[in-house]
């Protein structure tokens, strides 16, 4: 992509991601691409912060939207508080 602005590399975002996850003692869950809805634990599991309306487009979405979400997800789970 030529339009004059910088970007980083795929192993800098890769770099990237590793560090915002490990900030919050998280890792990518291996059932990113194909998650299984219907098997939800109730603590500390990113599938219960994905709404509704995304579980159903899924499939459909490009990678980087998955990711993106599933990150917000996982951390989010992760600061769940529970007695």
């Known amino acids: 992509m030529d339009d004059g602005k910088e970007y980083i590399d795929d192993n800098q975002f890769t770099s990237l991601v590793s560090v915002i ?3 919050y003692g998280c890792r990518i869950p291996v059932d990113l691409l194909s998650p299984q809805w ?3 634990r109730k603590v500390h599991d990113w ?3 994905i ?3 995304m579980k159903k487009v899924w499939d459909k979405l490009p990678f980087n939207v998955k990711l993106a ?3 917000v997800a996982e951390i989010t789970a992760s600061l769940e ?3």
């Open 47 to 49: 599938r219960n912060y």
């Open 38 to 40: 219907d098997i939800i």
């Open 69 to 71: 979400l599933c990150i």
């Open 51 to 53: 709404p509704d309306k």
């Open 81 to 83: 508080e529970w007695d």
């Open 21 to 23: 996850l490990a900030e």
